[in-house]
T-cell receptor, first 116, second 111 residues
Framework: EAQVTQNPRYLITVTGKKLTVTCSQNMNHEYMSWYRQDPGLGLRQIYYSMNVEVTDKGDVPEGYKVSRKEKRNFPLILESPSPNQTSLYFC???????????????FGPGTRLTVL | QKEVEQNSGPLSVPEGAIASLNCTYSDRGSQSFFWYRQYSGKSPELIMFIYSNGDKEDGRFTAQLNKASQYVSLLIRDSQPSDSATYLCAVNKDSNYQLIWGAGTKLIIKP
């Protein structure tokens, strides 16, 4: 089954404790992306990756890191989480970048993160 | 001004009626426009995409694009209670390969 998986689905942590949210897709997609979703603000892109070893900042990259060492995996790293990073996080993948007339992104189920 | 704007709603529509959702965008160079549906607690799923001015129909859904006026709309005919969800408008940025998202319109279909 074609899918994007994220782990963990729920996480409560404390300020400053490093964490990683994993994202994996089994569709051999080139493009992967991380979003955060906050009430009233919609989805905001954190980082995206056009291919292995190619990553770029989205609109809200501060406080986050990513890596793309393999095509299927795109982990999101919070080196020193803070309460303002409490949010719902989505990973997404697509065969090509969204602006290149491709028709959809496939989203993971989401990770709800709470930083105390 | 937000780059992609939607009325947050909620928009309440009787079952069987037409639901009309609107979205305006600021980047005149945008070429790709998407409507996603998101049920509470779930991830977004694509409903429609449109690239050319005019209407595009898919079943009960019609997307309308007017680049001169910089708006895109989604019509849902014969609305069903299962259409109750938040509808997200997304627009590509002209300058790079990113999507900019509206905050979404909450739609409620009343039986």
């Amino acid at each position: 089954e074609a899918q994007v998986t994220q782990n963990p689905r729920y996480l409560i942590t404390v300020t400053g404790k490093k964490l990683t949210v994993t994202c994996s897709q089994n569709m051999n997609h080139e493009y992967m992306s991380w979003y955060r979703q906050d009430p009233g603000l919609g989805l905001r892109q954190i980082y995206y990756s056009m291919n292995v070893e190619v990553t770029d900042k989205g609109d809200v990259p501060e406080g986050y890191k990513v890596s793309r060492k393999e095509k299927r995996n795109f982990p999101l790293i919070l080196e020193s989480p803070s309460p303002n990073q409490t949010s719902l996080y989505f990973c997404a993948s697509s065969p090509e970048p969204p602006g290149s007339f491709t028709d959809t992104q496939y989203f993971g189920p989401g990770t709800r993160l709470t930083v105390l | 001004q937000k780059e992609v704007e939607q009325n947050s709603g909620p928009l309440s529509v009787p079952e069987g009626a037409i639901a009309s959702l609107n979205c305006t965008y600021s980047d005149r160079g945008s070429q790709s426009f998407f409507w996603y549906r998101q049920y509470s607690g779930k991830s977004p799923e694509l409903i429609m995409f449109i690239y050319s001015n005019g209407d595009k129909e898919d079943g009960r859904f019609t997307a309308q694009l007017n680049k001169a006026s910089q708006y895109v709309s989604l019509l849902i005919r014969d609305s069903q209670p299962s259409d109750s969800a938040t509808y997200l408008c997304a627009v590509n940025k002209d300058s790079n390969y990113q999507l900019i998202w509206g905050a979404g319109t909450k739609l409620i279909i009343k039986p």
